[in-house]
């Protein structure tokens, strides 16, 4: 089990310019989440997998931001036109029902838009 | 909408000394989980306990007990025989009626030798 894995770890770009970010779950978590976190807050949710079916998103995610899982595995959050309000820690985390459904973290990607 | 209030931006405690941490949150659901999550500077988030609300029984994991109140609505942690490790960022979370958490803005633990 090597935990949840988040790539890149960092991501410095300029405004008005696409990112995407990827997240790989622990292997056969079927359930996998999105977060983000700004400085001194916790993390506030976006938006959550099950298998490749995306079940829940917040008010929070724009039309600016979409997400995937096409294969029910690793998911991808891509930020059109970034702001610099788009700065934060992307959190992503994965649960199985074996497990209870608790939530594991990966390491997150920072994300600075200039 | 629920909500997760962490009153304590910081707290600081000796190393072997005891702390508590504190948590109240807001809900509707009568069917909920709470969570004590860890996040130490630069590094990922860990769970640290937790407590279903139809337990009676407060959760305890080695040196991390909780204190569910649940008509208070509140939900303190207890870090015992503190340790330099133990010092991070403590997060409050609620689970209900979905599958996000809702968590609070944190808790900065500072661990004195």
């Known amino acids: 089990d090597t935990g949840v894995s988040q790539d890149p770890r960092h991501k410095i770009t300029k405004r008005g310019q696409n990112v995407t970010f990827r997240c790989d779950p622990i292997?056969?978590?079927?359930?996998l989440y999105w977060y983000r976190q700004t400085l001194g807050q916790g993390p506030e949710f976006l938006t959550y997998?099950?298998?490749?079916?995306?079940?829940?998103k917040s008010r929070l995610l724009s039309d600016r931001f979409s997400a995937e899982r096409p294969k029910g595995s690793f998911s991808t959050l891509e930020i059109q036109r970034t702001e610099q309000g788009d700065s934060a820690m992307y959190l992503c985390?994965?649960?199985?029902?074996?497990?209870?459904?608790?939530?594991?973290f990966g390491p997150g990607t920072r994300l600075t838009v200039t | 909408a629920q909500t997760v209030t962490q009153s304590q931006p910081e707290m600081s405690v000796q190393e072997a000394e005891t702390v508590t941490l504190s948590c109240t949150y807001d809900?509707?659901?009568?069917?909920?989980?709470l969570f004590w999550y860890k996040q130490p500077p630069s590094r990922q988030m860990i769970l640290v306990i937790r407590?279903?609300?139809?337990?009676?029984q407060n959760a305890t994991e080695n040196r991390f007990s909780v204190n569910f109140q649940k008509a208070a609505k509140s939900f303190s942690l207890k870090i015992s025989d503190s340790q330099l490790g133990d010092a991070a960022m403590y997060f409050c979370?609620?689970?209900?009626?979905?599958?996000?958490?809702?968590f609070g803005k944190g808790t900065k633990l500072t661990v004195n030798p």
């Open positions: 985390a994965s649960s199985s029902p074996a497990g209870g459904y608790e939530q594991y």
């Open positions: 979370a609620l689970q209900g009626g979905s599958e996000k958490l809702v």
């Open positions: 407590q279903e609300a139809y337990k009676q």
């Open positions: 292997s056969e978590h079927n359930r």
């Open positions: 809900t509707s659901e009568s069917d909920y989980y």
């Open positions: 997998f099950q298998n490749e079916a995306q079940l829940e």
